[in-house]
């Protein structure tokens, strides 16, 4: 009997043991499994340290989705409860650098973890479902070369800045392929189509045809493994990638065999030199067949998706009658809507929203309410990320009821001055959530067209839409650097970026790099001219710029060769120094004009001078180093004559960049290895040439120079050199 009470009782505390299991753990239990993939992000960056957070997502049903976080730390355990994994992820890494702990940015991570955990407690909700992430040009511009393994850190790294709709381009030529194949393609035929690697953006745009091919087929495979990783991270995240879809482009021979298909050879693109591209008309029945085998395609080869990007009239001017525009207009935009509904019921539409500030004059309120007319508010979204140059959203009624995104594009063509406007972004977004004119706004954050530079301003950027701007940019940038640089930083450090953030980070535009329809980040980065002798000035303030590098390198000695301090104060001197080579080209070119020989060769010299020392100073920055963009060209290869390929690409891309219009330093890059092998090689050319005409008391003949520096430029990207 004894035996038999303390079986009843062993079997009621069994009971009421069970009963707690299923009561309290349920939701760590069912939880486990949909955080995995947050717990995992969060292992990779801080080690065994992850197993003292506490994940959980919590699904709260509400008429609008709203994204939300709680953390809460004691001295061993940090809970988080959140909405989605991203908003785990960007909970866990806010947590982390508020105390001071950790850093992640493209030129390094920081990461000091404390032996316990401070007290902690904090709760935030944004009002934008969607933080979106990546312009399309970023794929030729930055990732034509990432393996899946720098793929996998920058979804890690969106998925801490708590992005959750990224556009996903990679891999869509494999889709392409077997598309035009299916329509009667040849391979050669393919081969004489698609573009090298490095343009492909633009010809899935729309705007070129075959430049610098051929795709090689190792690349299309490549690619496509690539990208079914990427897609199945991204979605197991809880991200929303956005896809491609068909926008009408064809290739030339696939207009060549529908001779009765009304099919639009269109002008070709940004000042001509570049093949024509094909547009197929909306009313044509093959567009809905080709647009909804596209999407079949890509199902089959990446899974089902909720968001496809398609973009007809991209810097191109719709091929529509003057006497029937808007009811043609509504009728592309009726007929891509359905080919997407009907290939993927209940996906969005995602358009860019760049063609409306690119091209005003064409683009009225009549001719874009025309083009949306015919789509559902709810299943088209506009991404309005040029706010930093155009106000769109503004100029059109917030898209007429549409969804639709704001953000900024900040970086164009990779090239990287040091700027940003941090006080303007806060603004901006304040003034945004109290207009009563945003209507449908859903979404905001950046789509650079490159990557790896700048870093503060995305870090920003993306803590905005969970702030709503509420913390000062003094206060917020003081946790931001104890977390870049450690505990140890000094009143002096403090002081410098103050002075950072009123003198280069308070530009919201970095006018000089499109300057007179010449492209360049700085005025010794863009082909030489005489015509720079009328510049009137960079913008920001190179003297406050100064004060802050002085203070900087002061600091210096304080850190280590490796840290993101070091690399910090590179980047003050390299923008200082190059603001510098600009005022002494402008004085330079004024002596030798003026027969003042004396003062142009001492500025010859110190230009020489200058820009070696600025090329030698950034050596010091792995991240910023034309040898690795190079090599990571050539390693991509799966043969030599792939790699050669590449790497002409590679080249091609940031200096030449293709066509008769002023593309040319489009992509301009401030690395190591750019000033002393590329642009000083220029400049010294022009400048001689222009001695010479002084001395000999001859005209001058810009143009015939010019010509002389573009086939020099040719045979830089044709020679092999790695620099």
């Excluded at 093959?286 to 395609?297: D, P, S, T």
Aim: aromatic content about 16%.
């Amino acid at each position: 009997m004894r035996r038999n009470g303390w079986a009843i009782k062993i079997r009621s505390v069994f009971s009421f043991f069970v009963m707690l299991l299923l009561a309290v753990p349920t939701v760590y239990g069912s939880n486990e499994g949909k955080t995995k993939e947050a717990a995992a992000v969060l292992e990779r960056l801080i080690g065994k340290r992850s197993n003292e957070f506490d994940l959980t997502i919590v699904e709260k049903k509400s008429p609008t989705p709203t994204e939300w976080f709680e953390v809460k730390a004691t001295a061993k355990r940090v809970q988080i409860k959140a909405s989605s994994n991203t908003a785990i992820c960007y909970a866990a890494y806010h947590f982390l650098r508020d105390i001071g702990a950790v850093v992640v940015s493209w030129e390094g991570n920081r990461i000091d973890l404390p032996a316990s955990w401070p007290k902690y407690s904090k709760k935030e909700t944004t009002p934008f479902q969607y933080r979106e992430y990546l312009n399309a040009c970023a794929f030729g511009y930055t990732t034509p070369w990432w393996e899946w393994q720098r793929w996998e850190q920058e979804i890690d790294w969106m998925a801490f800045h708590g992005i959750n709709l990224p556009t996903a381009m990679e891999g869509q030529e494999a889709v392409w392929q077997q598309l035009w194949k299916e329509y009667g393609l040849t391979d050669s035929q393919l081969q004489a189509h698609f573009a090298g690697p490095a343009f492909l953006p633009w010809q899935r745009m729309g705007n070129i045809n075959s430049l610098e091919g051929p795709l090689p087929q190792n690349w299309i495979q490549k690619k496509e493994s690539i990208q079914k990783k990427i897609l199945q991270r991204m979605r197991s995240l809880g991200m929303h990638p956005v896809v491609p879809a068909f926008s009408g482009y064809v290739p030339k021979a696939f207009a060549e065999k529908h001779p009765n298909s009304k099919i639009s050879e269109l002008k070709s693109w940004s000042g001509g030199g570049f093949e024509s591209t094909y547009l197929l008309d909306s009313k044509d029945p093959l567009f809905k067949e080709v647009g909804k085998r596209f999407i079949e395609i890509y199902t089959e080869i990446y899974g089902p998706s909720d968001f496809y990007l398609a973009d007809s009239f991209n810097e191109i001017t719709p091929p529509v009658s003057k006497e029937h525009k808007y009811e043609e207009l509504a009728d592309y935009g009726k007929t891509i809507f359905e080919t997407i509904n009907e290939a993927s019921p209940g996906a969005t539409w995602v358009m860019q929203g760049w063609l409306f500030g690119d091209n005003k004059e064409f683009w009225t309120k009549e001719a874009t309410k025309a083009f949306l007319s015919k789509v559902p508010n709810d299943r088209l979204m506009i991404q309005d990320y040029a706010n930093d140059r155009y106000k769109v959203w503004e100029n059109q009624e917030a898209f007429y009821g549409k969804q639709w995104t704001y953000g900024y594009v900040h970086n164009y063509g990779g090239s990287n001055p040091v700027y940003g406007d941090l006080n303007f972004y806060k603004n901006e977004l304040t003034s945004l959530l109290k207009n009563p004119m945003k209507g449908n706004v859903v979404g905001y954050g950046t789509m650079p067209e490159g990557l790896n530079n700048n870093s503060i301003v995305y870090e920003y950027i993306y803590d905005l839409p969970w702030s709503q701007g509420k913390e000062s940019v003094p206060d917020w940038l003081d946790k931001y650097l104890k977390a870049r640089y450690g505990k140890s930083v000094t009143a002096s450090v403090f002081q410098a970026w103050q002075l950072l953030i009123e003198s280069v980070y308070s530009t919201k535009y970095w006018e000089t790099r499109w300057w007179d329809s010449r492209a360049g980040a700085y005025f010794f980065f863009k082909r030489p001219t005489l015509k720079i002798t009328e510049f009137k000035g960079n913008p920001g303030d190179k003297e406050k710029l100064k004060q802050a590098l002085d203070l900087l390198k002061n600091e210096a000695n304080q850190f280590d060769k490796n840290s993101l301090f070091d690399y910090d104060w590179r980047e003050a001197s390299r923008q200082y120094y190059s603001l510098c080579l600009d005022e002494d080209l402008k004085e330079c070119v004024a002596a030798y004009q003026s027969n003042d020989l004396a003062k142009a060769d001492a500025l010859y010299q110190k230009i020489e001078q200058q820009a070696l020392q600025i090329d030698k100073i950034i050596s010091g920055q792995p991240s910023n180093n034309l040898k690795y963009w190079l090599q990571s060209a050539w390693d991509f290869g799966s043969t030599s004559d792939e790699s050669k390929l590449y790497l002409k690409n590679a080249k091609t891309l940031i200096t030449l960049w293709g066509g008769e219009g002023h593309l040319n330093d489009y992509a301009s890059r401030a690395w190591s290895g750019m000033y002393k092998d590329f642009y000083w090689p220029r400049w010294k050319m022009f400048l001689q040439a222009v001695r010479e005409a002084t001395v000999n008391h001859q005209p001058f003949d810009e143009l015939k120079e010019r010509e002389t520096i573009k086939q020099w430029e040719t045979k830089w990207c044709e020679s092999q050199e790695m620099h």
